[in-house]
């Protein structure tokens, strides 16, 4: 079963970049897909991007300018940089598993998730 | 980018109560519609995935209809761990959305 886990600094101030990674339970973290979702109470939940198993990305539009995903297979491990943060960042950011719902689809739902990790932007 | 809509925001229901959610999108999004349940201070967990498709492991009494623009999700038979927030989700063209949910409470 596939667990994961995210982990980061909890605040993080304005205009500076926001790091988190996710440790993923699979023997092999290139077997998957994998994606960052953040909810907060002015926007709700937002995916904020995918990086495939391939280790190519995609990401939301609205936040492709500020956003960096990697994956690190050999500690198991993915990652997200968001920079240039402001208070409008501040929300739970979630790693998920990403799958697709056809083989070449870019059609995906999420699950499992992490646990979640509140950041807080502020100074 | 598709915008999700849900009703109600809010739902007071008793247990034993059969209760549907409707869910919006403001073009076709074909059946690739997805629902989660967030219990407080817990991740999203994915209850249908492709409009109709139960989780593995998810209650029998949660099923999900609907194609093009609108869906819904029902509980059959409302049990005490069915009060949480429910979100849809579509997947049909990026970037995938979600709905602002709607919080399912005990009367």
């Known amino acids: 079963q596939v667990q994961l886990q995210e982990s980061g600094p909890g605040l993080v101030k304005p205009s500076e970049t926001l790091s988190l990674s996710c440790s993923v339970s699979?023997?092999?973290?290139?077997?998957?897909?994998w994606s960052w979702i953040r909810q907060s109470a002015g926007r709700g939940l937002e995916w904020i991007g995918h990086i495939y198993k391939s280790g190519s990305t995609n990401y939301n539009p609205s936040l492709k300018s500020r956003v960096t995903m990697s994956v690190d297979t050999s500690k198991g491990q993915f990652s997200l940089n968001l920079s240039s943060v402001t208070a409008a960042d501040t929300a739970v950011y979630y790693c998920?598993?990403?799958?697709?719902?056809?083989?070449?689809?870019?059609?995906?739902?999420?699950?499992?998730w992490g646990q979640g990790t509140l950041v807080t932007v502020s100074s | 980018d598709i915008q999700m809509t849900q009703s109600p925001s809010s739902l007071l229901a008793s247990t034993g109560d059969r209760v549907t959610i409707t869910c919006r999108a403001s073009?076709?999004?074909?059946?690739?519609l997805n629902w989660y349940q967030q219990k407080a201070g817990k991740a999203p967990k994915l209850l249908i995935y492709?409009?109709?498709s139960l989780q593995r492991g998810v209650p029998s009494r949660f099923s999900g209809g609907g194609s093009g623009t609108d869906f819904t999700l029902t509980i059959s038979s409302l049990q005490p761990e069915d009060f949480a927030t429910y979100y849809c989700q579509q997947s049909y063209t990026t970037p995938q959305t979600f709905g602002q949910g709607t919080k399912l409470e005990i009367k």
């Open positions: 492709a409009t109709s």
């Open positions: 998920a598993r990403a799958v697709p719902a056809g083989a070449g689809l870019e059609r995906w739902w999420f699950d499992p």
């Open positions: 699979v023997a092999s973290i290139s077997s998957y897909h």
């Open positions: 073009q076709s999004i074909r059946t690739y």
